[in-house]
């Protein structure tokens, strides 16, 4: 079957499906130009592709599909080569052309736009071609009697008459066409290009690469490049046939090709029906098959490898370009990952990391991680134990499915009462997880509750402004892979930001405004929300603190469930269910332990500023705070009011150090009084 017509059935009917001889988009291409359409190629024009059963460039492509529509010369004009012939002969071809241009066409429909038809073969003169015995000497002399002159007196005038006529030469030449050389400015190339086009006389075509880079966008004076470029378009016309078998284009074609064709004007492409845009997208699974087959002994494992492993490795690839699948390829060989293991294949191709921190982590630390998290959170013994189970379930690498890997290694949704240890429990797992608290990013969501908010996370679309930043969240995963998301106060962000956030779950990559895609599966990720909160302090009101923990977590979970659902996005819940945790209100037991904490945070910072020992008085501190807190409008804002009630300790000590400026070493005693007011006494025998 031949290149023109392989991709449907001999009726001309029935599905069209990739096969080895070129992509879908080149197929789309062929259609185009047999419709009399010029088109603009976009996407990924950098990539590569294949043509007759073998690997080739965009360029090498493009060129072999226009050469068997009927063109027979391709040129190729980029801003860095200028104009060149990515096929055999086509140069000595467009030589022959641009030495005998063609005049603009009987029946041509559409002239080359006021060139000379035969360029540089007419003469300086106004008289045009006349033939050689009608022309006269320029600048004869006459005498002015009349007659001959005799041979010496004609000999200064024939001087001045020969060299009159060599300045008339030099100045005709400076104004004519030079005809040494091919063309490389893109004026002069499009100039000829137009007139070569809007000819019969030859089947041509010429394809104009990141014009957008040499006709910057918002610039007037690209402006009159880009409408002349729509003339050479739009003016070509039919060829004539001139190789036997061959059926020409319904026009000559005149291309652009683009990585991105929102840098185009849009009234270049969007105001005239015979420009057509053809987006030319990563390889789909059709595609991607067969380069995994041509490429399938490249892979390391490939001996034993089955249909069912490269169909694996078809769906893990999904995204990637073919040159990515190349590279994929020197990946299984250079770090030892066999083509039967696509989850991890893709994990060393993407990262490309040497050390991966869920390897590094220690046995027995990820084995008490429970002990570790719960001496950081006071009070949330089913939080921590949810999260424990999370992060040795990621550790040990099982999880439903082939590519498990590809997914989030967690996914959370903390809800409770606020203050109540959410945010801490998430700073833990990254200190624990990643060795440092670095490895934790936290987006407020209040920050996103408009709906442009979710070009934030992935990036403004092309030609918006910071369309070249790209997006908080996709750079930060692209910067650091391996990090613990936290997601705050996920209910006050817009129904199409949440969006974003089920691609992640679902696929595990988000892509932005750039192209480039950010891959989430080393990320531990975590939502918190507050919602249901507000009816936290009527449960305290009506049971006093006591309320079961079972009662407060049917109340989360039932609040949660009814705020997906009346913002429209029950998907979302549906894939976090599993993932929800709710978090225990704070307790009076848990009351002294959080102050305790506080309060040698307060001592560590006397320390270490004034080399002063703040020692607090627990008889007096803890009946205090505890007295404080058992009021259910106090308790129902957890640990943050526990710090409020604590504020005023913090000002009774910065007023002893100003008042009374105690030396270094000396001991002071913290605590409160009957009537509750701080005080702050210095113990005698010290310093």
């Known amino acids: 079957m031949s290149t023109t017509d392989f991709t449907k059935s001999e009726d001309g009917t029935g599905p069209v499906t990739a096969n080895g001889m070129m992509p879908l988009w080149a197929v789309s291409l062929g259609w185009e130009l047999r419709r009399g359409r010029q088109v603009i190629l976009n996407g990924q024009i950098r990539d590569r592709w294949w043509f007759e059963d073998r690997p080739a460039s965009f360029q090498r492509l493009v060129a072999g599909v226009l050469e068997t529509r009927g063109a027979d010369v391709v040129g190729w004009w980029d801003p860095v080569a200028g104009l060149t012939f990515p096929l055999p002969d086509h140069a000595e071809r467009f030589a022959r052309l641009a030495a005998n241009p063609p005049r603009p066409?009987?029946?041509?429909?559409?002239?080359?736009?006021?060139?000379?038809?035969?360029?540089?073969?007419?003469?300086?003169?106004?008289?045009?071609?006349?033939?050689?015995?009608?022309?006269?000497?320029?600048?004869?002399?006459?005498?002015?009697?009349?007659?001959?002159?005799?041979?010496?007196?004609?000999?200064?005038?024939?001087?001045?008459?020969?060299?009159?006529?060599?300045?008339?030469?030099?100045?005709?030449?400076?104004?004519?066409?030079?005809?040494?050389?091919?063309?490389?400015?893109?004026?002069?190339?499009?100039?000829?290009?137009?007139?070569?086009?809007?000819?019969?006389?030859?089947?041509?075509?010429?394809?104009?690469?990141?014009?957008?880079?040499?006709?910057?966008?918002?610039?007037?004076?690209?402006?009159?490049?880009?409408?002349?470029?729509?003339?050479?378009?739009?003016?070509?016309?039919?060829?004539?046939?001139?190789?036997?078998?061959?059926?020409?284009?319904?026009?000559?074609?005149?291309?652009?090709?683009?990585?991105?064709?929102?840098?185009?004007?849009?009234?270049?492409?969007?105001?005239?029906?015979?420009?057509?845009?053809?987006?030319?997208?990563?390889?789909?699974?059709?595609?991607?098959?067969?380069?995994?087959?041509?490429?399938?002994?490249?892979?390391?494992?490939?001996?034993?490898?089955?249909?069912?492993?490269?169909?694996?490795?078809?769906?893990?690839?999904?995204?990637?370009?073919?040159?990515?699948?190349?590279?994929?390829?020197?990946?299984?060989w250079l770090r030892g990952a066999p083509l039967q293991r696509p989850d991890k294949l893709l994990e060393l191709h993407r990262l490309n990391v040497s050390v991966d921190p869920w390897?590094?982590?220690?046995?027995?630390?990820?084995?008490?991680?429970?002990?570790?998290?719960?001496?950081?959170?006071?009070?949330?013994?089913?939080?921590?134990?949810?999260?424990?189970?999370?992060?040795?379930?990621?550790?040990?690498?099982?999880?439903f499915g082939g590519l498990g890997g590809a997914r989030p290694r967690g996914a959370f949704f903390f809800v409770g009462p606020t203050g109540v240890g959410k945010t801490e429990l998430a700073k833990t797992v990254a200190e624990l997880m990643f060795g440092d608290q670095s490895a934790y990013a936290r987006f407020d969501m209040s920050e996103y509750q408009q709906e442009h908010a979710a070009e934030r996370l992935a990036g403004a679309p092309p030609g918006y402004v910071g369309h070249e930043q790209g997006g908080e969240l996709t750079r930060r995963v692209q910067e650091r892979p391996f990090s613990v998301l936290l997601f705050d106060e996920i209910e006050k962000a817009h129904p199409r930001v949440l969006d974003k956030f089920l691609q992640i779950l679902e696929d595990g990559r988000l892509t932005d405004g750039r192209g480039q895609t950010a891959y989430f599966s080393q990320c531990l990720i975590i939502f918190t929300s507050n919602t249901g909160a507000e009816a936290v302090q009527d449960l305290l009101a009506r049971s006093g603190d006591e309320v079961p923990y079972a009662e407060l977590e049917e109340h989360f979970t039932h609040a949660v469930e009814e705020k997906f659902r009346t913002i429209g996005r029950p998907e979302i819940y549906g894939r976090l269910k599993p993932g929800v945790v709710v978090f225990d209100m704070l307790r009076r037991e848990h009351v002294v332990k959080i102050t305790d904490r506080l309060l040698g945070q307060l001592t560590e910072s006397v320390r270490e500023r004034h080399q002063v020992e703040l020692v607090p008085d627990e008889q007096t501190l803890h009946p205090w705070i505890t007295a404080r807190m058992s009021d259910p409008e106090r308790q129902a804002y957890g640990g943050r009011q526990i710090r409020n009630e604590l504020e005023p300790l913090r000002t009774a000590v910065v007023a002893h150090f100003l008042a009374r400026r105690p030396d270094p070493g000396s001991r002071l005693r913290l605590g409160v009084g009957a009537d509750g007011t701080p005080w702050v006494r210095t113990e005698e025998g010290n310093g």
């Open 105 to 332: 066409g009987a029946g041509g429909g559409g002239g080359g736009g006021g060139a000379s038809a035969d360029g540089g073969r007419r003469a300086s003169h106004d008289g045009g071609d006349a033939p050689a015995g009608d022309r006269t000497e320029p600048d004869a002399p006459i005498r002015p009697g009349g007659g001959d002159a005799p041979a010496d007196d004609r000999r200064p005038a024939d001087a001045r008459a020969r060299r009159g006529a060599e300045r008339g030469r030099d100045r005709s030449s400076l104004l004519s066409p030079r005809p040494a050389g091919t063309p490389r400015a893109f004026e002069d190339v499009l100039a000829l290009v137009h007139r070569i086009a809007a000819s019969p006389e030859a089947a041509t075509a010429f394809v104009f690469q990141d014009v957008d880079h040499h006709l910057p966008p918002g610039q007037p004076e690209s402006n009159l490049g880009y409408l002349r470029l729509r003339a050479a378009m739009t003016d070509a016309v039919t060829p004539r046939a001139s190789l036997a078998g061959r059926r020409p284009h319904a026009r000559n074609a005149v291309l652009c090709a683009v990585g991105d064709v929102g840098r185009l004007p849009g009234w270049f492409h969007q105001e005239d029906p015979r420009i057509a845009t053809l987006h030319i997208g990563p390889p789909d699974p059709s595609e991607r098959r067969l380069w995994l087959t041509w490429l399938r002994d490249d892979f390391n494992g490939a001996p034993d490898a089955t249909r069912q492993d490269i169909e694996a490795l078809v769906g893990a690839s999904d995204g990637m370009s073919g040159w990515e699948i190349e590279a994929l390829a020197r990946t299984s």
């Open 359 to 399: 390897t590094q982590l220690d046995r027995e630390t990820v084995a008490r991680a429970a002990d570790v998290l719960g001496a950081r959170v006071v009070g949330q013994a089913k939080a921590v134990e949810a999260v424990a189970g999370a992060l040795q379930a990621a550790f040990v690498g099982v999880d």
